[in-house]
């Protein structure tokens, strides 16, 4: 089976750790959504950080191999920011935890949003929103949207509800925003149900030994 058609997981409840779950191992194999150009283009549509026109004008200003390199780039920062939240889960961030995000504010820095006054129409009433736009100078553009969602992860999600799922071999983390904080895996349908079967099987082993 060709695993790479299965769809991106978005089960982390923190679009930060979404982004972090960008590669996983949902059946067998690894799966990476961003291994290359195509892949980053196709997450950040999928995810809803970046819009459809604005990927279909990147696309049409910049060349393969330069949106491939723009993927490498946010595999790096995607694995750089992993090594900070593993550090960090489970536990509230404290001042000392700024020192590191450097490089990330070094990245917010470049980025280049402005404010318009749209309209919209419901129910047939008008009202003006002010939206925030970004202009997509070029293909590492892409990586701005993506500094936006970690920022908004450390300053919003309290790690000490930042979690990684107990499946044995899964690589998920999410935020655990259930009451009491009880929640264990990524999802119920992928690694919950398959610690629910292998205690039903444990439970019938002991049975039968006993």
Known sequence: MDYRQIPPIF???APGLDFLNSVATP?????DWISD??????????AGIVSRSAIAAVRARSTAAELDTVAARAR???????AYVQKRKGRSLVAKDLRELE??????????QYGQIVADVAD?????????????????????PIAELLARLVCEEDFA???????????????DHTRGHARRWCSMAICGNRAKVAAHRARLKEQKNG
């Open 124 to 144: 047939g009433v008008v009202s003006f929103e002010l939206r925030a736009n970004r202009r997509w100078k070029s293909a590492e553009s892409l990586l701005l």
């Open 76 to 82: 790096e920062l995607r694995e750089w920011f992993r």
């Open 11 to 13: 089960v982390a409840a």
């Open 27 to 31: 059946v067998d194999e690894e799966v």
């Open 161 to 175: 509800h930042v979690k990684a799922c107990e499946g044995p071999r899964c690589t998920l983390m999410f935020a």
């Open 103 to 112: 490089p990330l504010n070094q990245l917010l820095e470049r980025d280049e």
């Open 37 to 46: 150009g195509a892949g980053l283009l196709a997450w950040l549509e999928q």
